[in-house]
Structure formats: C-alpha cells, structure tokens
C-alpha cells in the first residue's frame, strides 16, 4: 500500500473515526512510520477525530522505531500546539534515541523538554538516568547526576540505586564503592539491595575457584569492594591475604592486588578514620612496586589534615609533588587549611611556589 493511497482507499470505506479507532489502529500500525503517519494525516481531516496525548505518542513511537527522529520534533511541535503535550512524549523519545545508540540525543531531548515549559524534576532526572544506562551511557548518567546536584535538587534512593547498578554493570569497582558511600553519607541505607549485589559477588567468587580456574585480579577486587561496602573488614583481610599468597605461588601475577585493590581498602579505612591502616596498605603497596596516583595521595592527605596529623600530611604532599603529580585544588586547600590554622604560613608559601613551578614546567612542555 502506498501512502499516497492510504487517504482515498480509507475514503471509499466510510469509516466513523473515534479517538479509540484511531488509537487501536495506531497500535496495530506501530512497526510502519510510513502508515502511521499517513492514517494519522487522513483520521485527523474527519469528524469526530479529537487530538490525544494517547494517539499521538503511539505516532510518536512509530516514528522512533524508524528513527525518524525530524519528524517526530515536527510532532512534537503540534502536539504542543494542540495542547497535547507532556513530559510523557518526550520519554518516548528519549528511550528511542537510547536504541539508536544517540546518547546526545538522549540528554538534548530533555533540554528541549525544558523549552516546552516543563521544569525538569528529581522524577525527570532519574528518568534520564535510567535511559543513558540503559544505552551503556553511564558515565553521562554520572554527569547528569552531578547536574542535578548542582540545580539543588536531592537525589532519593531511587537515584542512587540507579547509578550504582549502571557501574556495577561497568564493573568499575571505584566508582561503585564511591557512589555507595556517598549514599550511606546522605543518609540512605541501602541493605537489601546491597546484600543481593555482595551474596551474588560470592557465588561467582566461589564459583570460579571450584571450577578449576584461580580467580584472577579484577574477580578478587570486584568482591574487596563488596565487602569494604558492607564494612566486613575480616573478609576484606582474608581475600588480601588470599591475593597475596596467589601472588606468591604464581609467576604470572594474575592474581597480585593491583592498583584498583590498594586504592578501595585504603578509602574503607579513611573512611572509617583508620588512617593508621590505610598507611600500612600504602607502605605494602609501594613495597609491591605499585605506584600511587594523584587520587590515593589526595585521600590519604586529606585523612591525615582531618585527624589533625600535619607533617605527615606534608610528607606525603611533598612526595607527590616530587613525583610531578600535581595536586588537586581542593586536598591542597585542605592541607593550607590546617598549616594556617598551626601558623605555618611558611610552609604554605613554600609549597605554593612548588605548585608554580610544577604547573609552568607542563605548560612549557605542552608548547615544544
């Protein structure tokens, strides 16, 4: 059927059209854009045709699945004129563009929903969310999380719960055990889902070794992050233990705690003001030949300001800056905090300048 005909054959039929027929053929018509938009065009020239939210996202939805992306927002257009129109609609689109692997798209149909006159609500956010990681987008998702706190507006369990899930579907032990703490920070105390996330961690754990194959580095830290979520600090120092007498026995490393390990025990003992332990894990770590970054040396100064332990928070800063780390603005205000509070300006104009320097010799290098 072509869609030039669509309009005289329906004529010839004498059709009563109704918001439900209308509504019921849509739906029947949903795989063919081409239909859709054709019987849409011919029902709304009839009497008794009236404009729905209904009808329209199902035209909506039509014209998505054939990634007919223009004449959707041409859509969108009417609906408003027509006074249709609601942040339904733009769900619809927002998923659609997710299966088109359009991420940008995703999130500028969100703006454009502000555009339209519709404030952008905790619902929204969490909504927008749930698509991007849907789409495998979820460090936009991380994005759009952080915009929505700088609006003000208060993530719910709902939010947390579905940023954590899309890293923990990334695998980024990190980032999950960040977003995890943070929530329990905010006053949010997620056990069930977490015990789910820990006894599925085991299984496989236990799984892997019973079939024969050792765990390797990545399978041993997915679970350390597990249990320094739940604060389960003997079994985070059996696994350690574990890792390290499988470092022992083979040559290959697989199994040696890596960088991503030392860096989640040592923010579980910051975070539960055990900087004494932290400091033992990053003496074995540089034992090991595994080189700090600049996050593992701005979580350890900045433990050591909070428990009032200055020089050696200054030893530490030093021996980043002698690695030509730079530092963050934020761990170096910390610390210039706690030197000003002791009266040790010196000290701050001192490594003030080592900032300087260090900054200028990268500014020189990126110009030759």
Not at 153 to 171: A, D, Q
Not at 179 to 194: I, L, S, T
Request: hydrophobic share 40%.
């Amino acid at each position: 059927m072509q869609n030039s005909s669509v309009g005289p054959i329906l004529d010839k039929a004498s059709i009563e059209v109704s918001s439900a027929l209308v509504f019921e053929v849509l739906k029947r018509l949903n795989n063919s854009s081409v239909l859709s938009l054709s019987f849409f065009r011919w029902a709304e020239k009839q009497s008794g045709f009236k404009y729905t939210t209904d009808s329209y996202n199902l035209l909506v939805e039509s014209l998505g699945k054939a990634k007919q992306f223009r004449l959707i927002w041409v859509t969108v257009f009417d609906m408003k004129e027509k006074g249709v129109l609601t942040k339904d609609t733009f769900s619809l689109i927002a998923r659609r563009y997710a299966r088109a692997r359009k991420a940008d798209g995703v999130i500028d149909t969100f703006v454009k929903m502000e555009k339209y006159g519709f404030e952008m609500e905790l619902s929204d956010f969490n909504r927008l969310m749930y698509v991007l990681i849907k789409a495998n987008q979820v460090t936009k998702a991380q994005e759009v999380f952080d915009q929505m706190r700088n609006r003000r507006i208060v993530p719910n369990t709902k939010s947390y719960t579905i940023l954590l899930e899309g890293w923990r579907h990334e695998k980024n032990l990190l980032k999950l055990d960040e977003g995890y703490r943070e929530m329990k920070v905010e006053g949010f105390e997620p056990d069930a889902w977490n015990e789910k996330r820990l006894q599925e961690a085991v299984r496989f754990f236990e799984l892997s070794k019973a079939s024969g194959f050792p765990p390797e580095a990545p399978t041993y830290n997915a679970l350390v992050g597990d249990f320094c979520s739940s604060g389960r600090f003997h079994d985070v120092d059996r696994i350690l233990d574990e890792m390290r007498k499988c470092g022992e026995m083979s040559s290959d490393e697989v199994c040696e705690p890596t960088l991503s390990t030392y860096e989640v025990v040592m923010r579980m003992f910051c975070n539960e003001e055990r900087v004494d332990m932290a400091i033992k894990i990053w003496d074995e770590m540089k034992e090991k030949g595994v080189l700090p970054g600049m996050h593992m040396f701005s979580m350890l100064i900045n433990s050591l300001c909070h428990e009032d332990k200055v020089d050696e928070a200054c030893k530490y800063f030093q021996e980043m800056l002698n690695l030509g780390i730079r530092p963050r603005e934020a761990s170096f205000r910390i610390l210039k905090r706690s030197l000003l509070y002791k009266g040790r300006k010196d000290t701050v104009v001192h490594l003030d300048r080592q900032i300087e320097k260090l900054r200028k010799g990268r500014t020189s290098s990126m110009r030759q």
